[in-house]
């Protein structure tokens, strides 16, 4: 709430001085203060807001990001349809402005968007392009998550084995990265394949490696919090 009241307040002294910019950022922090509190139609009010504010101002570069942030706050409400135009809104600013990471973003926020409609083969399509991106960027903790999403896809349309391989690949990746959250959650994902196949054994003792892990972040967050409080 305090984080809401001080960014009101700038947003009265931007708008005395006419500082539209400034504006418009204010504008898109508000949104997402209001996303928090999950009051979605004034998030909603607040990024539109920004979105038309860039327009007036010619900030085209930084459009892609208000797209996609308002394409979050529909997909949360599941409105997947205008979460997807928006989202596919944001790509196209992407491309043009060569954003690289807008674009990868967006293309796992459309594939996410297809996945929930049951649409797997578009689903795929958009999780590849943002794996082939997440790769040319370097980013590896990006190509682990994106692997993961390729293999919920292929799992859904029994391809299992290119589902095993992407995962073991991606737990690999998670493991270098120790990225212990997600290692937890495609642990969880390849006991689930390995369980679909039958392959009841190796689902067991991946299951045990999923609890290990899991107790092993917890542990580390509760050791956090009590270093926090000290």
Request: aromatic share 10%.
């Amino acid at each position: 709430v305090k984080g809401l009241e001080y960014n009101l307040q700038s947003l009265r002294v931007y708008e005395n001085t006419n500082d539209k910019k400034n504006m418009a950022r204010a504008y898109n922090n508000i949104s997402a203060l209001y996303e928090q509190t999950q009051d979605y139609d004034k998030a909603i009010e607040y990024a539109e807001k920004a979105i038309q504010l860039k327009k007036e101002i010619k900030d085209f570069a930084s459009l892609g990001n208000s797209y996609s942030n308002l394409g979050n706050i529909h997909a949360i409400k599941k409105d997947y349809t205008k979460a997807t135009q928006l989202y596919e809104e944001a790509t196209e600013n992407g491309k043009k402005y060569n954003n690289l990471e807008l674009l990868a973003n967006n293309y796992t926020n459309i594939g996410y968007m297809y996945w929930e409609q049951g649409l797997f083969e578009k689903s795929l399509e958009n999780y590849q392009w943002a794996l082939d991106l997440d790769k040319k960027l370097g980013n590896e903790h990006g190509v682990a998550l994106s692997l993961m999403n390729v293999a919920s896809i292929e799992k859904e349309m029994k391809k299992y084995k290119e589902a095993l391989n992407h995962l073991e690949e991606s737990l690999s990746i998670l493991k270098k990265v120790n990225a212990k959250d997600d290692e937890k959650k495609a642990l969880n994902d390849l006991a689930d394949l390995y369980a679909t196949m039958g392959e009841y054994e190796k689902a067991f003792k991946t299951h045990q490696k999923f609890v290990v892990i899991k107790d092993s972040v917890f542990s580390e967050q509760k050791t956090k919090q009590i270093a926090e409080l000290r």
